[in-house]
């Protein structure tokens, strides 16, 4: 008898009503023998509760009454899966769909790699549906945490290898039991953007390692629930959250030289925005902002140590 660990799929939802058809059918389609689904609500108020209730009664929901971001809101569900069990948790976003085939192929690849805290899979775009966004991150001497590896680019077999990788997008990824045992799960100093990277960064501290497995697979929608790809929102906390991160677990040679590296290029463009918006008053310069009001947020967090529980009113007003 084959050994099939209990995986609690867990994914967030945020008035994303219109992805969670696609995304649980998918779900619930998947060949692996041992896992429960559910849903963590962040207080959605489009109908995403009585949709999954009518349409998905099996699927356990955990209803919060307000957004708590993406870090407190995982959390609950992470919390919610240990306590009844879990050996690994697929965490995953709404706005995808998930091959048949991906939970095996990851649960396969972490059960092979005694260390192996994170596993994810292949990424494309879902309405480019055989070009990557991402099979994994590189790493970068000042940024540390690179560029997607493979995106935009053609699957063509390419990364058809199982292979170790320095950072990973938890757009969907396997985390172990024993890694939330030891680690803990998402920091709530993070509302949206790099809490991935800092859970990552905190697990490489204890030893663990992450994979990528070619034959898990998953279409992604690219965060709709922020408005989509150059969100100003998504823009502002990764700028202000990878400041955070880098402080954090970077030590203070590796910081510094990343803040001056980003503060050049995010002021650089604001300045240069400005300079083409009196040529050409049509230019917009909202995302720019957004850059620099996270640089400023990233540095006002360093002193303050305040935690953000919500998006700015400064940035709300730009979007």
Not at 191 to 204: G, I, V
Request: proline share 3%; hydrophobic share 40%; net charge neutral.
């Amino acid at each position: 008898m084959v050994f099939s660990p209990k995986v609690f799929v867990l994914t967030l939802n945020w008035n994303g009503k219109v992805w969670l058809g696609d995304c649980l059918s998918s779900i619930l389609g998947m060949d692996y023998p041992n896992f429960e689904v559910v849903v963590i609500d962040n207080g959605s108020t489009d109908g995403s509760e009585e949709f999954i209730r009518e349409n998905f009664p099996k699927i356990h929901l955990l209803l919060n009454e307000k957004n708590l971001g993406y870090s407190r809101g995982f959390n609950r569900g992470l919390e919610y899966a240990f306590a009844q069990g879990a050996d690994y948790f697929l965490i995953m976003n709404n706005d995808t769909v998930i091959h048949e085939h991906a939970l095996s192929a990851l649960v396969e690849t972490a059960l092979k790699n005694e260390k192996a805290g994170f596993v994810t899979g292949k990424v494309y775009f879902y309405d480019q549906p055989d070009v990557l966004q991402t099979v994994g991150k590189q790493e970068h001497p000042i940024l540390w945490n690179g560029s997607h590896i493979g995106a935009g680019e053609k699957d063509n077999g390419q990364y058809d290898n199982v292979e170790e990788r320095v950072f990973l997008d938890d757009v969907f990824t396997l985390v172990s039991r024993r890694l939330y045992e030891e680690v803990g799960g998402y920091s709530p100093q993070f509302f949206l953007e790099a809490e991935e990277y800092d859970w990552q960064a905190r697990a490489k501290k204890k030893g663990w390692k992450f994979y990528y497995t070619p034959d898990a697979k998953l279409w992604h929608r690219v965060s709709m629930s922020m408005g989509g790809r150059g969100s100003l929102i998504a823009h502002y906390f990764d700028i202000r959250n990878t400041i955070i991160v880098m402080f954090l677990h970077r030590g203070i040679l590796g910081f510094i030289r990343y803040y001056l590296w980003v503060s050049y290029h995010v002021t650089f463009d604001l300045i240069t925005g400005l300079l083409a918006k009196l040529i050409k008053p049509s230019v917009r310069l909202k995302y720019y902002w957004a850059g620099f009001l996270g640089l400023c947020a990233g540095l006002f967090w360093i002193i303050h140590r305040r935690q953000v529980r919500c998006v700015p009113w400064l940035v709300r007003v730009l979007k």
